[in-house]
C-alpha cells in the first residue's frame, strides 16, 4: 500500500513537473511560430491592398513565416482597426490602413479605437496629396489661391473628396479670414475633372491628379505633406506658407497595443526590409508615392504628432 501510495505521488510530482516545463517552454516560445495575418481595410486591388501583397512576400521571408493578407473594407480602413481590437497582442494579427484613418478620423466621429490603441510597426510610402488649379488661372502657388480669395466677393470654392480636406481648408480660411468653400465629390477622377472642367476654382486630391500635372494640365499650388510632392518639388508644402497643419498619409501596418519588445522589434525588423524591397519600391514609385519609410518609434511618433495637430484644428 505504501509503495502504491509513493509511486502515485511520484507520477504526480512527474506530471506537474512536465506541466510545468511545457508552460514554460511555451513562454518563452520564439515569435513567430506560425503565419501572420495581415487584414487590410480597403478592398482588393487598391493601393493599400497592392502595396501590402507586394510587402508580404519580403516580411515573410524575414519572419520566416507565411504572411496571410485579407481584406476587410469599410470606414476608410476603421472597420479592420476596429477588428483588430478583439485579436490578442501577440504579434500574429495586424492591420493595414492610412494614416488618417488613426490620427484623423478618431477626432471626427465616434469610433471604437484610439491613438492609444495600437503599437505601430511601419508605415510605407506617401500619397502625394496637393492642391491643384488650372494653368491658365495665373497662380504661382496657393499663396495666390489665398490673395484671390481675398479679392472675390463670394471667396473661392474647391472641389473636395474627403472631410480631412475640408477641416485643413476651414482651418486656413479661418486664419486667412477668407471664404473657401467645399463642393463635395465623390473622390478623385470626379475633383479633376470639376477642376479641368472649370466648374470650381480648384481641388484636393490625394494623388488622382498626378498624371494631368506631368502633362501640364494641371499646377500644383501647395503639398500637403512635410516635404514637397516628388516630381514638383518647385511647389511649396502649406507648412513652409505658414500654416501649422499637414497631411503625411501613408500606408500604415498597427497590431493591437501590447507587444512584448522582442515581438515588436522582430516585426519592426520585417517591414523594415520589406520596405526596402525592389517589389515595393518599383509599386510605390508606380504610384509616385515615393520611398519614404518610417518604423517603430519614429512612426509612433509622427502619427501622434499629427494626431495632435488635428484635434486641435477640430476644437
Not at 491643384?132 to 473661392?156: C, E, Q, T, Y
Not at 515615393?290 to 518609434?297: E, P, R
Request: hydrophobic share 45%; aromatic share 8%; net charge negative.
Amino acid at each position: 500500500m505504501d509503495s502504491y501510495k509513493s509511486s502515485s505521488k511520484f507520477g504526480v510530482f512527474l506530471c506537474a513537473g512536465a506541466a510545468v516545463v511545457l508552460t514554460a517552454s511555451a513562454a518563452f516560445a520564439e515569435f513567430p511560430e506560425r503565419s501572420v495575418r495581415i487584414t487590410v481595410g480597403f478592398g482588393p486591388g487598391g493601393g493599400v491592398d497592392t502595396i501590402t501583397r507586394a510587402a508580404s512576400d519580403a516580411i515573410s521571408k524575414a519572419l520566416g513565416q507565411s504572411v496571410v493578407v485579407d481584406n476587410q473594407p469599410g470606414a476608410g480602413g476603421g472597420l479592420a482597426l476596429t477588428a483588430l481590437l478583439a485579436k490578442p497582442a501577440d504579434g500574429y494579427e495586424l492591420a493595414a490602413a492610412i494614416t488618417t484613418t488613426v490620427s484623423f478620423d478618431p477626432h471626427t466621429g465616434d469610433r471604437a479605437y484610439n491613438i492609444d490603441s495600437f503599437d505601430y510597426i511601419g508605415a510605407f510610402g506617401v500619397f502625394p496629396e496637393a492642391i491643384v488649379a488650372l494653368p491658365s488661372k495665373g497662380w504661382n502657388d496657393f499663396s495666390d489661391i489665398v490673395a484671390a480669395a481675398k479679392a472675390a466677393p463670394d471667396g473661392l470654392n474647391y472641389a473636395s473628396t474627403t472631410s480631412l480636406d475640408r477641416v485643413i481648408m476651414a482651418t486656413i480660411a479661418k486664419q486667412e479670414g477668407v471664404t473657401i468653400k467645399p463642393v463635395p465629390t465623390k473622390g478623385g477622377a470626379e475633383a479633376v475633372a470639376q477642376t479641368l472642367g472649370g466648374h470650381v476654382d480648384f481641388a484636393y486630391s490625394s494623388g488622382t491628379y498626378y498624371a494631368q500635372a506631368k502633362a501640364g494640365d494641371l499646377a500644383v499650388m501647395a503639398g500637403l505633406g512635410k516635404e514637397p510632392v516628388p516630381g514638383f518639388e518647385s511647389a511649396p508644402t502649406l507648412e513652409s506658407l505658414g500654416y501649422d497643419i499637414s497631411s503625411v498619409n501613408m500606408v500604415v501596418y498597427v497590431a493591437p497595443a501590447g507587444l512584448s519588445d522582442e515581438t515588436k522589434t522582430i516585426l519592426v525588423d520585417a517591414f523594415k526590409a520589406a520596405a526596402e524591397s525592389e517589389t515595393v519600391l518599383e509599386i510605390l514609385a508606380g504610384r509616385n508615392m515615393g520611398s519614404f519609410i518610417l518604423t517603430g518609434d519614429e512612426f509612433e511618433a509622427q502619427i501622434r504628432a499629427q494626431s495632435a495637430q488635428f484635434e486641435a484644428a477640430l476644437k
